[in-house]
């Protein structure tokens, strides 16, 4: 029997790379307006909750799921217009893809490349897996420096590249023309994250078999589905034939598995709920652009990145008048003075646009 604590054995087991990381913290937001996690504001009708309720009612919990998730796969290629030669491979959120992703393509010494500020688990699950990391950063309005990645994939001859299209946490959709000049000079693996698509005016999803070095991964959780965990990766099937060996056994149960496919029959009804969502961030974006002390930053995502002086006070504001979003101030040297916040429902925005006017006025 070890005479040392568990801490202590832990800091001599673990990887130092795995001790220095700061876990992923999601904030507790019982009785606040939920305005940090860029999730579907919008209630689905009763009549669609009944029949999800009705189908749940008789699934057999008792036993696995369909490992293949064909069905789903199937409602996935018809909603999407996926072309019969390419395929999906499902996973528990984006999270669990990237992660696939990075394990696939470790091998030593090999490089995931991404930009800087970007979604905060490309670099992660680089950690996680032992992987290299590099970012490039964006330029001063957040578009991609492309000569600066190009240098940056020549030198670096990254096994993986990530962008997310439009790009988390500004909000912008990268130039279509600079992406494609990424992939083509790419020598190895670039997934085009398209996690806020549907609010977004482009896709790479109709390019997929222009280059074959290109996968799309997408994720249901900013249209409405934030609680099934539901991501995909589409792309040759050369690509996902392979990537399908890592992925763990029934790693999407089968209530995601029934009511993602329920939802997916009723797409139209998503859709139309993501289009009022494109409707109310541009009434948000009116209304903050009317605040002197404020520079919001325009969107095609779901969300809108604003800078204020004393971001972190203002955030604290907002936190106590009860609203909470996303303080990104101190995260990345770009990201300076910088909140972010979802687009809510008319009245939720409405609630936090008053806080933030409150806040203001006390500083």
Not at 90 to 118: C, F, H, R, Y
Not at 214 to 231: C, I, P
Not at 263 to 283: F, G, P, S, T, Y
Request: glycine fraction near 6%.
């Amino acid at each position: 029997m070890p005479s040392a604590s568990a801490s202590s054995l832990a800091s001599i087991l673990l990887r130092r790379e795995i001790l220095e990381l700061h876990a992923y913290h999601v904030p507790d937001s019982t009785g606040y307006v939920k305005l940090d996690a860029m999730e579907n504001p919008y209630r689905l009708p009763r009549v669609l909750c009944d029949e999800i309720a009705e189908a749940v009612a008789s699934v057999a919990i008792n036993r696995y799921p369909d490992p293949a998730a064909a069905s789903l796969k199937e409602k996935i290629r018809d909603v999407i217009g996926l072309p019969p030669e390419m395929d999906i491979l499902l996973g528990n959120g984006s999270d669990e893809l990237i992660q696939l992703l990075a394990m696939a393509l470790n091998k030593p010494g090999a490089t995931l490349l991404g930009v800087e500020p970007s979604f905060v688990m490309y670099r992660m699950i680089a950690t996680f897996v032992g992987m290299r990391y590099v970012g490039v950063p964006l330029g001063v309005d957040f578009s991609l420096d492309l000569p600066r990645i190009l240098v940056a994939i020549k030198r670096e001859q990254p096994a993986l590249v990530f962008l997310a299209y439009p790009n988390n946490p500004t909000g912008n959709l990268f130039s279509a023309e600079a992406v494609a000049q990424i992939i083509e000079a790419s020598p190895g693996l670039v997934v085009v994250d398209e996690a806020y698509y549907a609010f977004a005016s482009d896709s790479f999803l109709p390019r997929l078999a222009h280059y074959p070095n290109l996968l799309v991964m997408r994720t249901f959780s900013k249209l409405g589905m934030a609680g099934l965990r539901l991501g995909f990766l589409a792309g040759s099937t050369a690509w996902l034939g392979q990537l399908e060996k890592l992925r763990l056994p029934y790693n999407v149960g089968v209530l995601p598995q029934l009511v993602a496919e329920k939802l997916l029959e009723h797409h139209d009804v998503l859709l139309r709920q993501a289009e009022q969502i494109k409707l109310d961030r541009a009434n948000l974006y009116r209304q903050l652009g009317e605040i002197a002390a404020v520079q919001v930053y325009p969107s095609e995502a779901n969300f809108l990145l604003f800078r204020i002086a004393n971001a972190t006070s203002v955030f604290d504001g907002l936190k106590q008048r009860g609203v909470l979003i996303k303080n990104l101030n101190g995260g990345h040297p770009m990201l300076q003075g910088c909140l972010r916040v979802t687009v809510g429902t008319p009245e939720e925005s409405g609630q936090f646009m008053a806080a933030l006017q409150e806040s203001l006025c006390h500083e």
